[in-house]
């Protein structure tokens, strides 16, 4: 393992205390579901300090449940690939001058842009050239890939937040302000997340998935994009594991109406016959329930391995993108189990790699138990427990320090 479990989340002092009862004003940009979850974390933490804090910008429903006031529904900000995004350039570059105008015009005591760094790092800067304090939550994948961002992340922000202990040393070892928080799936997801009551809260036990020991659960990610490059590879796989075993199952999560339709269309024209369930929403519980996951290179993985599930991870996108990330890639992973221990934990497939018999082969090979699953629970374990640090306790933290104008 090489992971910093120096500060760990066990003792840590939650604040309690309100700060200020003045009405601090809080912008943030959030630009796809994560963020959402992230955020939302945030402004529940920062409103026990803050409990009359404003907090506007763009935003999911999770945050508007805490209070957020959005600008612009944050789905319009979710664009995936190099490639991809140029068709929507124009639309973005209208909604980042428009909300970076209005909060110019309306001065937030911070501005907290989570994830999405091509939208949001440029925000920042301008924000920051203006006099606004600025911390961006989340650091892009700079340690990645582009590593030169480093020197425009320091002009943008005050401070960094970041969910992982090795981002922090960069960040560090670069000079940028940085606090190291934890990952708040890390708090929300406990260490031992049994199968059979997640199948129970999925009504499945009374289904063919029942007590199955062959069930494995499809995510080829949320966004039309990602079903569009992996949907047909994933159904494909769930055919090559049936004909190998014919007692599997399979779970599909979806998460609005148009990724159903998207995902119906496949497997109406490749897979009719599979024995395949349909679930809205609940992913985490669709994973809990499952045996192994087959799933898209992202946030996904860390949520399976904290549910301490076996996995193989896949991912595709246009040959251009693939083509130009290549050559940017420092990394030598993609999925965060690997990227956390250092090493290849969990078998990773991208773009021809990722085969419907390649991928079908690892997932057959993770349903026949071995020795190394009670190795590769302990290595999430650990994991596990280095990155449970109370994190939305600790971003507000930091930001309360930065409103107060001390950011160390």
Not at 10 to 31: D, F, L, Q, Y
Not at 49 to 67: C, D, H, K, S, T
Not at 127 to 138: D, E, F, N, P, W
Request: proline share 5%; charged share 20%.
């Amino acid at each position: 393992m090489n992971i910093d479990t120096a500060s760990q989340g066990e003792g840590v002092n939650k604040t309690s205390a309100v700060i200020s009862e003045r009405p601090v004003r809080i912008g943030m940009v959030a630009g796809e579901i994560s963020g959402d979850i992230l955020g939302a974390g945030l402004i529940k933490e920062l409103k026990r300090r803050y409990p009359n804090a404003l907090f506007e910008g763009i935003g999911g429903p999770l945050m508007v449940q805490q209070g957020f006031k959005t600008h612009v529904p944050m789905e319009r900000l979710s664009v995936m690939g190099l490639v991809e995004v140029l068709g929507r350039l124009f639309e973005l570059i209208g909604i980042r001058r428009r909300i970076c105008q209005h909060f110019l015009d309306n001065r937030p005591d911070v501005f907290i842009g989570i994830d999405a760094p091509d939208f949001t790092l440029g925000l920042e800067e301008s924000l920051r050239k203006a006099g606004i304090k600025t911390a961006h939550y989340v650091s892009p994948s700079v340690w990645a890939w582009r590593q030169k961002r480093v020197f425009k992340i320091a002009r943008a922000v005050d401070l960094m937040l970041t969910l992982f202990p090795f981002e922090a040393k960069f960040y560090k070892d670069h000079q940028v302000p940085v606090a190291f928080v934890g990952h708040p799936l890390a708090d929300m997801i406990p260490l031992d997340s049994p199968q059979l009551i997640a199948r129970e809260k999925l009504g499945l036990l009374s289904t063919p998935v029942g007590e199955s020991q062959n069930v494995v659960a499809l995510l080829p990610g949320s966004r039309s994009g990602e079903v569009h490059y992996l949907g047909e590879i994933f159904i494909e796989t769930a055919q090559y594991v049936l004909s190998q075993n014919s007692g599997a199952q399979f779970l599909l999560p979806y998460v609005n109406e148009d990724r159903k339709q998207q995902i119906e269309e496949i497997i109406q024209r490749l897979g009719p016959d599979l024995p395949i369930t349909l679930i809205k929403g609940q992913s985490r519980e669709v994973m809990a329930a499952s045996n192994v996951i087959l799933l898209a290179s992202g946030t996904a993985t860390l949520e399976a391995m904290l549910l301490k599930r076996p996995m193989v991870v896949a991912y595709r996108m246009s040959a251009i993108t693939f083509f130009i990330m290549k050559r940017l890639m420092k990394a030598p992973y993609i999925a965060l189990p690997n990227l956390l221990a250092n090493k290849a934990l969990v078998p990773e497939l991208v773009q021809a790699q990722a085969s419907p018999q390649n991928l079908g082969k690892s997932i057959l090979q993770r349903l026949a138990k071995n020795s190394d699953s009670e190795a590769l629970n302990a290595e999430f374990i650990q994991i596990h427990q280095s990155l449970k640090q109370d994190a939305s306790d600790k971003a507000a933290t930091a930001v309360s320090r930065l409103i107060n104008h001390d950011a160390k």
